[in-house]
């Protein structure tokens, strides 16, 4: 099967991969002795791309919006403890965000939660709650709305949780980097090589051809 689909038998077919092998461990050890990765430069790079192990923290809310009409109700039964996230999955609500009126609210440089509605007495309530807390209703033209603030999301991540994987970023970019500037040094020499072969077989066949003693010269 070889032979008919490559052309090489067994022998040459295992020579082959032998070579490709000890070719592929020649350049990862190239690679693990050219390349270096410092702790300095881990804590460079998540310093430099701070904003992505520390994002702000995230807010998550509940609310229920209903009309005049369903508000009575709604106070009834979360007054009578009925749990939030119950009151909120029901067909009354008709908040429109999130799914049974789950929204989460970034916070913004100054510390509080980017508050984007327009009613002040809402995003008052929003400001005011801590997380497990609830309040409401505030009037919302001819609406009532309730708000929870279910729990704050904080996805910072410290240095020593990451240092691993931004080491292995660094290092795959630079070993790319220098893997190819290696491809092309033995290309360029493997070229070379090739160019003074064929030159130097030019040589001798000319010489043959037409040096000294040989036939047809004049």
Do not use: C
Not at 95 to 106: H, K, Q, T
Not at 131 to 136: I, L, R, S
Not at 144 to 149: D, N, P, Q, S, Y
Not at 151 to 162: F, G, M, P, W
Request: proline fraction near 5%; aromatic fraction near 10%; hydrophobic fraction near 35%.
């Amino acid at each position: 099967t070889l032979r008919e689909e490559r052309g090489r038998t067994p022998t040459e077919h295992t020579a082959r991969q032998e070579a490709t092998f000890l070719v592929g461990q020649t350049i990862q050890r190239e690679i693990r002795n050219r390349v270096q990765v410092s702790w300095r430069d881990v804590k460079q790079r998540y310093e430099r791309d701070i904003d992505r192990y520390q994002p702000p923290p995230t807010a998550v809310f509940r609310f229920i919006r209903v009309r005049e009409g369903d508000a009575p109700a709604v106070a009834e039964s979360l007054a009578t403890g009925t749990p939030f996230e119950e009151v909120a999955a029901g067909d009354s609500n008709r908040f429109e965000s999130g799914e049974d009126g789950a929204v989460s609210l970034p916070f913004g440089d100054d510390g509080g939660i980017t508050s984007p509605y327009a009613s002040a007495e809402l995003n008052e309530l929003i400001a005011s709650l801590r997380p497990g807390e609830w309040g409401g209703p505030v009037q919302v033209g001819s609406s009532r709305f309730w708000a929870m603030l279910e729990r704050i999301e904080d996805r910072s991540t410290d240095l020593y949780d990451v240092q691993r994987e931004i080491w292995d970023e660094i290092y795959q970019a630079r070993a790319g980097e220098y893997r190819e500037r290696y491809y092309a040094e033995l290309t360029e020499g493997a070229i070379e090589a090739a160019m003074q072969r064929t030159a130097f077989q030019l040589f001798i066949e000319a010489s043959a051809r037409y040096g000294p003693g040989a036939r047809g010269t004049r």
